[in-house]
């Protein structure tokens, strides 16, 4: 079955970022010139998902204004003949039907990904954790979807990451299929360093199905005291395996300050319009460190 939905939990405290996410949710963080929750929505709508849960909670309604209309700038655009800005604003509107729900207490990913169970219903889903922005030109959701097309079993993106990182992430345990792409049978989230099952992770990309939402109603909270949605795949796992998809595509962590930091320098020396300027300016800094 072909990966129809997409969901996007975006309803965390964002509290590696603090104080900027005290009032700003961290998916609208820029990188450049577009908020990290739009890079993850055109990641999902160049995989072909068009229909996308957006999981919020209180304080989040700047992501809801940002994919609707903003009828008087349209119209002070369209007033002044400014056609590009105005056509890029429409694109952003009409990118996907996006809808809402709040997750109403921050219990973990896992509690998150509970509250897509009725717009799920019973097909196979994707899921982009909202502070993750993957940038590639085989957008990585894709890559997950097909794996799941051809393995018929629930997909992990997954990269290997540092001995430090690792204890901070999920472990998985994997053997190599073929390529890029590995048998999952073995899962811990933030393992204890005797615990480490390899330094593969899960990396901010799943594609689940149905029947994750009872494994997820069973899960008791782990790893600090939340709901983990490697818990619940680690059950699906145990039951079933899993594929994990060693993406291509660069990874950043937009719910660290240095993962921000590093978004905004690649893009912006990549961006059409500042990209130039900015690695003149880059240069003439690195000179003086
Ligand atoms: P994180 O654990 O990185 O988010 O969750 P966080 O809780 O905001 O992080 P810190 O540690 O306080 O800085 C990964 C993804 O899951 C979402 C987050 O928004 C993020 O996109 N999430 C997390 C939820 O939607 N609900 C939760 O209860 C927890």
Redesign the pocket.
Same mark, same amino acid.
């Given at each position: 079955m072909v990966v129809r939905k997409a969901v996007? +939990?975006?309803?965390?405290? =964002?509290?590696?970022?603090?104080p900027v996410?005290k009032a700003l +949710?961290?998916?609208m963080l820029p990188i450049v010139d577009k908020p990290a929750i739009q890079y993850i929505v055109e990641e999902a709508v160049a995989a072909g998902i068009r229909d996308i849960l957006i999981?919020?909670?209180r304080g989040k309604g700047l992501i809801e204004d940002h994919f609707d209309h903003a009828v008087e700038l349209e119209q002070r655009l369209a007033a002044a003949g400014r056609d590009a800005a105005l056509a890029e604003l429409n694109r952003i509107t009409g990118l996907a039907n996006i809808y809402y729900i709040r997750?109403k207490?921050?219990?973990?990913?896992g509690?998150?990904?509970a509250a897509a169970r009725a717009f799920v219903g019973d097909e196979p889903f994707a899921v982009l954790?909202?502070?993750?922005v993957i940038i590639g030109d085989d957008p990585a959701i894709g890559q997950l979807c097909r794996a799941w097309e051809k393995y018929g079993k629930g997909v992990a993106g997954i990269k290997e990451v540092t001995p430090e990182q690792i204890l901070k992430y999920s472990s998985l345990a994997v053997s190599p299929i073929e390529d890029n792409i590995y048998a999952v049978t073995d899962m811990i989230e933030k393992p204890a360093p005797d615990k480490v099952l390899s330094l593969f992770s899960i990396l =901010?990309r799943c594609v689940l199905p149905p029947a994750i939402f009872d494994i997820l109603d069973r899960t008791p909270p782990g790893a600090?005291g939340?709901?983990q949605?490697t818990d619940a795949m680690k059950t699906l796992t145990l039951r079933e395996g899993m594929t994990g998809v060693d993406f291509t595509g660069k990874r950043y962590?937009m =719910?660290?300050k240095i993962g921000i930091l590093q978004a905004t320098c690649e893009v912006a020396l990549a961006h059409l319009e500042v990209g130039e300027a900015f690695r003149e300016y880059l240069k003439g800094l690195a000179e003086r460190l």
């Amino acid at each position: 079955m072909v990966v129809r939905k997409a969901v996007i +939990p975006a309803a965390g405290l =964002g509290t590696r970022v603090l104080p900027v996410t005290k009032a700003l +949710p961290k998916e609208m963080l820029p990188i450049v010139d577009k908020p990290a929750i739009q890079y993850i929505v055109e990641e999902a709508v160049a995989a072909g998902i068009r229909d996308i849960l957006i999981i919020t909670n209180r304080g989040k309604g700047l992501i809801e204004d940002h994919f609707d209309h903003a009828v008087e700038l349209e119209q002070r655009l369209a007033a002044a003949g400014r056609d590009a800005a105005l056509a890029e604003l429409n694109r952003i509107t009409g990118l996907a039907n996006i809808y809402y729900i709040r997750q109403k207490e921050t219990k973990g990913l896992g509690h998150a990904v509970a509250a897509a169970r009725a717009f799920v219903g019973d097909e196979p889903f994707a899921v982009l954790y909202g502070d993750d922005v993957i940038i590639g030109d085989d957008p990585a959701i894709g890559q997950l979807c097909r794996a799941w097309e051809k393995y018929g079993k629930g997909v992990a993106g997954i990269k290997e990451v540092t001995p430090e990182q690792i204890l901070k992430y999920s472990s998985l345990a994997v053997s190599p299929i073929e390529d890029n792409i590995y048998a999952v049978t073995d899962m811990i989230e933030k393992p204890a360093p005797d615990k480490v099952l390899s330094l593969f992770s899960i990396l =901010g990309r799943c594609v689940l199905p149905p029947a994750i939402f009872d494994i997820l109603d069973r899960t008791p909270p782990g790893a600090g005291g939340e709901i983990q949605l490697t818990d619940a795949m680690k059950t699906l796992t145990l039951r079933e395996g899993m594929t994990g998809v060693d993406f291509t595509g660069k990874r950043y962590d937009m =719910g660290s300050k240095i993962g921000i930091l590093q978004a905004t320098c690649e893009v912006a020396l990549a961006h059409l319009e500042v990209g130039e300027a900015f690695r003149e300016y880059l240069k003439g800094l690195a000179e003086r460190l």
